[in-house]
């Protein structure tokens, strides 16, 4: 059996990293793509060497530039060169996500005829304006395997009119690797370096088109953490995206004048695990995030209006506030004053053997 696994972005990383390490342990052929989506050192080279991913077969060296359609194609094309270079012919292609290379992969794999499995399938946040939710959509068309992290993947799909015996429940491989790693990442040292106080201090993340993308946007969520930051200190790390917007808008003054953000690089999976663990609260836009938050504990408002992960929501720690700044202080500060209570359980299936369960399955079903 032979199967290649696209990987593309930081989520995938950690996605993947589960599953591969599960893979090495049956009698398996395994190509690792990586497209390159994010090539910066923090975003990448630091996410292998912690998480322990082998060097990919295939580095794909690609100039992403232009509007997503032409993203898209252009990964697609090099994936597809590379699936064809392939000797003998690949059983599979695993793609885990919503990026665009998610669904470049599966639709170059589609187009070689070679079977698809789809990680964290079926999700659906209903806006049609996210990138990511045409992505998952896309993919979840072409794929033979779906495997869902939670119940409403499987409704989401049946619904979609997927043939139920192409969908399997297995939990989360994100959360593999959390439980794997949370041992390890109590050795950081990020608190000591920022001068954090355990509890004492709120974690931001943001790259979504919809926060970022547009100043009217951006400006709302700073006119947020301006009022945050007067009572308690926000870490930020700046994602690369976000930082290239902050000097488009010319919004740098307006972040150096608080004097309790903190701006940093984007850190490494153990240090950002470590931080977030720690944390009294977490503000995102990520999906991933609010998963790992509602294993760790920690509240965490998410500033976008939906979110394709409601188990988060409905047993986790995750507020949907959206980006409404007087709602999002509001639920903050209740956060911070210990006043929002806690009904958190930890959503069926994410007890740390996703991985097990996918190759398995995809064992069993190629024996036939």
């Known amino acids: 059996m032979k199967i290649v696994s696209i990987v593309g972005t930081r989520p995938n990383f950690i996605k993947l990293s589960a599953l591969i390490e599960e893979i090495k342990k049956h009698k398996i052929e ?55 270079k392939q000797e003998p012919k690949s059983d599979l292609v695993v793609v885990v996500g919503d990026v665009t290379s998610t669904v470049a992969g599966a639709e170059a794999a589609y187009e ?84 954090l106080d355990k ?19 951006f400006e709302n969520i700073l006119s947020i953490l301006e009022k945050i930051q007067e009572k308690i200190k926000i870490v930020f790390p700046v994602h690369p995206r976000t930082k290239k917007n902050i000097e488009l808008f010319k919004l740098d003054e307006k972040i150096k004048n608080m004097k309790n953000l903190i701006i940093t690089e984007p850190l490494g999976y153990l240090d950002f695990m470590h931080l977030m663990a720690n944390s009294k609260l977490v503000l995102t836009d990520s999906g991933g995030i609010q998963e790992e938050t509602t294993v760790l504990g920690i509240p965490c408002i998410t500033l976008r209006k939906n979110t394709e992960r409601p188990a988060t929501v409905e047993q986790g720690t995750n507020l949907l506030v959206s980006a409404d700044a007087n709602k999002v202080i509001e639920e903050s500060l209740k956060a911070i004053d210990n006043k929002i209570k806690s009904n958190r359980k930890i959503p069926e299936l994410w007890d740390g053997n996703a991985a097990e369960r996918i190759v398995n399955i995809l064992m069993e079903r190629f024996k036939k």
């Not at 139920?164 to 949370?182: E, R």
């Not at 790259?207 to 993308?213: E, G, M």
Request: some cysteine; proline content about 3%.
């Open 112 to 195: 070689l005829g070679i079977k698809v499995a789809h990680v964290e399938a079926g999700l659906r946040s209903f806006d049609k304006s996210m990138p990511e939710e045409a992505n998952r959509i896309e993919t979840d068309k072409i794929s033979d395997f779906l495997f869902t992290t939670e119940k409403s993947g499987n409704d989401n799909l049946l619904k979609e009119g997927v043939d139920k015996d192409k969908i399997f429940f297995v939990g989360n491989v994100m959360i593999d690797t959390l439980l794997k790693h949370k041992e390890k990442a109590k050795q950081s040292k990020i608190l000591e370096e920022w001068g």
């Open 30 to 84: 395994h190509i690792l793509i990586h497209t390159g989506q994010h090539y910066d050192a923090r975003m990448s080279r630091l996410f292998f060497d912690e998480l322990g991913l082998p060097e990919p077969d295939e580095h794909l060296s690609l100039n992403l530039e232009g509007s997503l359609s032409e993203q898209k194609k252009l990964l697609r094309d090099a994936i597809r060169t590379a699936l064809e």
């Open 199 to 217: 509890n004492n201090y709120v974690v931001l993340t943001l790259h979504r088109p919809c926060n970022v993308d547009n100043k009217e946007s």
